[in-house]
């Protein structure tokens, strides 16, 4: 079962940067013994939160792809809740979404083709006809 | 009167809006797509309604995406509400999913669940 994930999470602002790294990592490893790879992992740095969160206003975000099954989020999510640092984290399934935005744009890129296939071939008459 | 309704833009058309008999409080800041809700356009008596159109079938945005803030910010009234398709014009579809959006984006706290983001 292959399904795409994104995870987001919040650690505490005053987290040091090899902490975090440390966190990543352990993730990183824990995503491969689960049979699972991961996409990618962008830290989306320090931001302002909406509201406090255990009386912190600041979050450090950072946004993690993954792929596999819902066995492996269950142990990625069980490892950020018992992290302490982690303010807050939240996953969403994207494929699905991703399967439908790429069907709308191979149909919108289909319409674009046939547009100007049709305004070619009367020229293509008109000429026919001149040269006739 | 007459001519201030006339020369009214989105902003002065706001207070008008209530004493049109919807039940719309005046508070939300409403991100309408073409201007003024329902305010009256002409100097006449009836009422102009300018055509709600949705914004995400016109500018044809198809990824309502909760990390998307700015976007999803416009369709937030200040109190931190979703604002109601009423007002902003958006289409079912699109509702449907901005509402999931906003509701994921406040969960992770990139938008608050109430009052203005601090």
Known sequence: MNRTYELMFIVRPDMAEEDLDKLISTLETAVSATAGTVRSVERMGKRRLAYTVRRFHDGVYVLLTVEGGGGLIHELERRLRVTEPVLKFLTVRIDEEQKRLDKIKKIRDARKKAVPAPAATPEGGETTAVTA | ?118
């Open chain 2, 1 to 118: 009167m007459a001519e201030e309704t006339r020369a009214t833009t989105a902003p002065t058309a706001e207070p008008a809006a209530p004493s049109e008999g919807h039940s719309h409080r005046p508070g939300p800041r409403g991100p309408r797509p073409g201007g003024g809700p329902g305010g009256p356009r002409e100097g006449g008596r009836k009422y102009f309604r300018r055509k709600k159109v949705c914004k995400f079938c016109v500018e044809k945005i198809e990824s309502i995406n909760y990390k998307d803030v700015r976007l999803l910010a416009q369709f937030v009234a200040e109190s931190g509400k979703i604002v109601p398709r009423r007002l902003t014009g958006v289409c079912t579809p699109h509702q449907r999913r901005l509402s999931s959006a906003i509701k994921q984006a406040r969960n992770i706290a990139l938008l608050p669940f109430a009052g203005r983001a601090n």
